[in-house]
């Protein structure tokens, strides 16, 4: 199987936008989010049903996530380096094949390493679509694009939990860890039907890898503190949360059920609703007002004296963080070179999941030691303070130290 360009257009900046890519890789993520977070809860009901305990969820969870932080610079070279499409296709056959492993495994250290190496596979291919989504279209388009692409992530995430339960408790774990080894096909389909596409042979008609450093450019330096400041404190509420509703405003699991699905409601109106911005309202304050709503969101729902409240204040929220993610993305992909996208894109979402993996361990002794509703508030209040203290980095932007990513 040949996976050189038979259309070297294909690698070129589009005069018009290709709408077709665009859904085409809005449906296969949505696919692949969805198959990823089905197995994901299945998995954890898996260990804690058998007596593993927290321990091994908790093993879970870190294998998960611990390679797209460690292997971001390599994946994000590879990315760069390598043929978008062959990339997909190989990690797409690799990682059906995992899941398919996955799918008879019962021992729990097997389990903890089969999931360690799906999540290397998913740290090659999340910077590679990320890096083919300003090819596909043209600016002005982009916005709408990355919102299409980001909302079809999100309810793939909103699906996967309740779907899990239901398949789990009528056919047991195997069938939907067999759907999540069978939704790694949708990798395959849109390496081999995706007509965008970031080739070595367009690499090196630029000269070669391009040098690059996220952290050389001060608003993008700025920006990503600032949202993995917030996002350990949403790590970290992940699991207040659950003490916080359940124990402290006495909720039902139900009522716990629906609060934690609605930031991702949320999300998916944001990222929907940003699609009509204009291209230059995308900017390093944009970032960090959002940012602040989504702090003021979470303090306000520590003052409540009903989980109901919740409800729309998490919404709030979450349309906030919807319009991060698709800011975060129109910024890397308007101020770094075209030929460093894959770079740029992991040692962001490298720096974000380490936040993440940091909030979520510094949950566990604190809510040990201090009231829930106090931890919430605090979680809050030092991303307030986060974003206020990165304003004065964008508040006088410079202009990108790169041409725009489609130059």
Do not use: K
Not at 287 to 293: H, R
Not at 338 to 348: I, P, W, Y
Not at 372 to 387: D, K, S, W
Not at 393 to 403: D, E, I
């Amino acid at each position: 199987m040949s996976f050189t360009s038979a259309d070297p257009a294909c690698t070129e900046t589009p005069q018009t936008s290709r709408w077709p890519d665009v859904y085409l890789v809005a449906g296969g993520r949505a696919i692949t989010v969805c198959g990823d977070f089905l197995a994901a809860t299945t998995l954890a009901l898996v260990l804690q049903e058998s007596g593993h305990g927290g321990l091994a969820v908790s093993g879970l969870m870190l294998a998960a996530g611990l390679p797209l932080a460690v292997l971001a610079p390599l994946a994000g070279r590879l990315v760069d380096r390598a043929d978008s499409r062959t990339l997909l296709i190989l990690m797409g056959l690799a990682q059906a094949a995992v899941s398919l492993v996955l799918a008879f495994t019962t021992h729990p250290v097997l389990i903890i390493v089969l999931v360690a190496l799906l999540a290397c596979g998913l740290t090659v291919t999340q910077p590679t679509l990320q890096a083919l989504v300003p090819r596909m279209v043209t600016p002005d388009d982009l916005a709408r694009a990355s919102g299409i692409i980001q909302t079809s992530g999100q309810i793939g995430m909103l699906i996967a939990p309740a779907l899990a339960g239901i398949l789990v408790g009528l056919t047991g774990p195997r069938v939907p860890l067999l759907i999540d080894a069978a939704s790694y096909l949708a990798l395959i389909a849109i390496g081999l039907l995706l007509r965008t596409r970031r080739s070595r042979p367009e690499r090196a008609a630029t000269g070669g890898v391009v040098a690059f450093r996220l952290w050389d450019d001060r608003v993008l330096t700025a920006i990503t503190v600032a949202v993995a400041a917030v996002v350990a404190g949403v790590g970290a509420i992940n699991v207040f949360d659950v003490f916080f509703i359940r124990e402290t405003l006495g909720a039902s699991s139900i009522v716990y059920g629906f609060v934690a699905a609605s930031w991702t409601v949320g999300m998916v109106a944001g990222s929907l609703a940003v699609g009509r911005f204009a291209p230059h309202r995308f900017t390093g304050r944009m970032v960090l007002a959002m940012l602040a709503l989504c702090c003021v969101a979470v303090v306000a729902g520590s003052a409540v004296g009903s989980a109901g409240w919740l409800i729309p204040l998490w919404v709030l929220g979450g349309f906030g963080n919807g319009i991060v993610n698709v800011c975060c993305s129109m910024l890397i992909a308007a101020r770094v070179p075209s030929a460093a996208h894959g770079r740029a894109f992991s040692v962001f979402s490298a720096t974000i999941q380490t936040a993440g993996m940091a909030g979520l361990f510094a949950a566990g002794p604190l809510v040990e030691a201090f009231d829930p509703r106090l931890l919430v508030a605090a979680a809050g209040l030092a991303g307030l303070v986060a974003a206020a203290a990165c304003l004065p980095l964008v508040r006088h932007s410079p202009p990108p130290n790169a041409p725009h990513a489609r130059s």
